[in-house]
Nanobody
Framework: QVQLVESGGGLVQPGGSLRLSCAASGSIFSINSMTWYRQAPGKLRELVATVTSGGRTNYADSVKGRVTISRDNAKNTVYLQMNSLKPEDTAVYSC????????????????WGQGTQVTVSS
């Protein structure tokens, strides 16, 4: 089994910054993509940013220029640095990871964390 645990959420004023972390642990041989999603009340879940094992990144248009995703493969951890936060960034932020459990596995399994609340308000 694999567990993903997010941290770093909280209350921040507009224009402020937060750094989210998502650490994966358990039966992990390798991790392909790691992705951050968010879901605001009454809205659909949306992709925020993703990073491949090779470091390629992709961002939602709504966060480009304000958000940076990065990962530490040695720690099986993905980060989301968020700057110039806006009230509309308020949401529960969750991460997922595509995990190969062992070197014999050709299949990667998708695991999710439980999420961390980010609230942007004055």
């Amino acid at each position: 089994q694999v567990q993903l645990v997010e941290s770093g959420g909280g209350l921040v004023q507009p224009g402020g910054s937060l750094r989210l972390s998502c650490a994966a642990s358990g039966s992990i041989f390798s991790i392909n993509s790691m992705t951050w999603y968010r879901q605001a009340p009454g809205k659909l879940r949306e992709l925020v940013a993703t990073v491949t094992s090779g470091g390629r990144t992709n961002y939602a248009d709504s966060v480009k220029g304000r958000v940076t995703i990065s990962r530490d493969n040695a720690k099986n951890t993905v980060y989301l640095q968020m700057n110039s936060l806006k009230p509309e960034d308020t949401a529960v932020y969750s991460c997922n990871a595509e995990v190969r459990p062992n070197q014999n596995s050709r299949t990667a399994f998708l695991y999710w964390g439980q999420g961390t609340q980010v609230t942007v308000s004055s």
